[in-house]
């Protein structure tokens, strides 16, 4: 199966930037969509975006559009975010997630793109600390 490795994280200023990176290794051909969510402490798995890896489609949660941006290196099987003018509630773990292309789902894209239950892979995830 498909292999994640998050890098990037780290402690930044309210209002600051963080670009994350997710690598893919193994096999990537089995791979539709990639994405990336947030778990902040005693809180629930947060959708943050997502990317197809063939169309480029993009998906992304309510509290980071016009903020984050997801973007795609199709050559270094690599999926970053990359993350600006960030607030304190952006603080937590954050972990990259795949979905199995070969994967059968009864919902439209945007719906199994944007949910947890449907990615099969995730990695071990990084820590974004937004400071005051």
């Known amino acids: 199966q498909v292999q994640l490795v998050e890098s990037g994280g780290g402690l930044v200023q309210a209002g600051g930037s963080l670009r994350l990176s997710c690598a893919a290794s193994?096999?990537?051909?089995?791979?539709?969509?990639m994405g990336w969510f947030r778990q902040a402490p005693g809180k629930e798995r947060e959708f943050v975006s997502a990317?197809?890896?063939?169309?480029?489609?993009?998906y992304y949660g309510d509290s980071v559009k016009g903020r984050f941006t997801i973007s795609r290196d199709n050559a270094k099987y690599t999926v970053s975010l990359q993350m600006n003018s960030l607030k304190l509630e952006d603080t937590g773990v954050y972990y990259c997630?795949?979905?199995?292309?070969?994967?059968?789902?009864?919902?439209?894209?945007?719906?199994?793109?944007?949910?947890?239950?449907?990615?099969?892979?995730w990695g071990q995830g990084t820590q974004v600390t937004v400071s005051s």
């Open positions: 990317i197809t890896w063939s169309g480029g489609n993009t």
């Open positions: 997630a795949a979905q199995d292309s070969n994967a059968q789902y009864g919902v439209p894209l945007m719906i199994h793109a944007t949910r947890s239950q449907f990615y099969f892979n």
């Open positions: 193994g096999p990537t051909f089995s791979t539709s969509t």
